[in-house]
């Protein structure tokens, strides 16, 4: 059977989005069968595998895949995308939460839900300040951990274009002390209120954007004073504008793009 797709990005953090909102896919979604459709040489290739589906309660459901075929909780920038898709506010569902979205020029404005900041939201493996980490690998120490869907550690360091993240990255995603694996975040200061980030994404590796890692570094430099309650951060790909308050959802805001359209047969990826 064909099966349509749509193919979209958010500062080049790319997605293949399936809509089975109103027409049902021809099988269940595997690990398998998602790294098969995100693989750049033999499929269509993608950071991360979008599927919307029905929700009885919200305006639907959003499965999201990394690239490796992990299941995960949150993208904010599929969810830019899907907003830019959708064409109107919405709330919907997804294993991390529930997101409030809203199309803006060109891109969105989503309401990310409330960071988790305790060791046991993380997770962490056991017991630990979470804004001031007593952990180090190399040169990077004393992160912050914030769970915003997804897991991120957050290292601050003097510039983070000279951090070897595409080595370190995979080593802290899979240290033992994240039973979940983690996203590693390297940022520093580039002006008031503005932070450069790059981010090793947890099944992706690295990333020209990562919507809930910039989220996650605001959170975390929010926290420890080094920014106001509004911050951009400047990823590879592009500037995102991240707000917070103490107790309150994380607000983001920035571009999303549809790059194409098409179509696969569901028997070449089940």
């Not at 995979?170 to 209120?193: K, Q, T």
Request: charged content about 20%; hydrophobic content about 40%.
């Amino acid at each position: 059977m064909r099966v349509p797709f749509i193919k979209m990005h958010g500062l080049g953090n790319d997605f293949v989005v399936l809509d089975a909102r109103e027409r049902p896919l021809p099988g269940t979604i595997s690990s398998s069968n998602a790294k098969a459709l995100a693989n750049r040489n033999t499929g269509i290739g993608c950071d991360q595998l979008i599927v919307l589906e029905p929700s009885a309660a919200h305006a639907f459901a959003m499965r999201i895949y990394n690239a490796d075929g992990g299941e995960v909780g949150a993208c904010g920038n599929a969810t830019r995308a899907v907003a830019l898709l959708h064409g109107e506010a919405a709330t919907i569902e997804t294993t991390g939460g529930l997101l409030a979205l809203e199309p803006a020029k060109g891109g969105a404005t989503v309401n990310m839900g409330v960071p988790r900041v305790d060791w046991n939201q993380i997770p962490l493996d056991y017991a630990m300040d979470t804004l001031s980490m007593p952990v180090g690998w190399r040169e990077l120490k004393n992160p912050v951990a914030v769970n915003v869907g997804n897991p991120h550690v957050i290292f601050f360091v003097e510039d983070a274009d000279k951090v070897d993240l595409g080595t370190l990255g995979p080593e802290i995603e899979n240290d033992p002390l994240f039973p979940e694996r983690i996203n590693v975040n390297v940022a520093s200061g580039v002006g008031e209120n503005h932070l450069k980030l790059h981010v090793w994404e947890r099944g992706a590796g690295l990333t020209r954007a990562c919507g809930t890692g910039a989220c996650a570094t605001a959170v975390a430099a929010i926290r420890r004073g080094l920014v106001g309650d509004a911050v951009t951060v400047t990823l590879p790909g592009g500037d995102l504008f991240i707000e917070w308050r103490e107790g309150e959802s994380i607000r983001m805001t920035g571009p999303a793009t549809e790059s194409f359209r098409g179509e696969f047969e569901w028997d070449d990826f089940a």
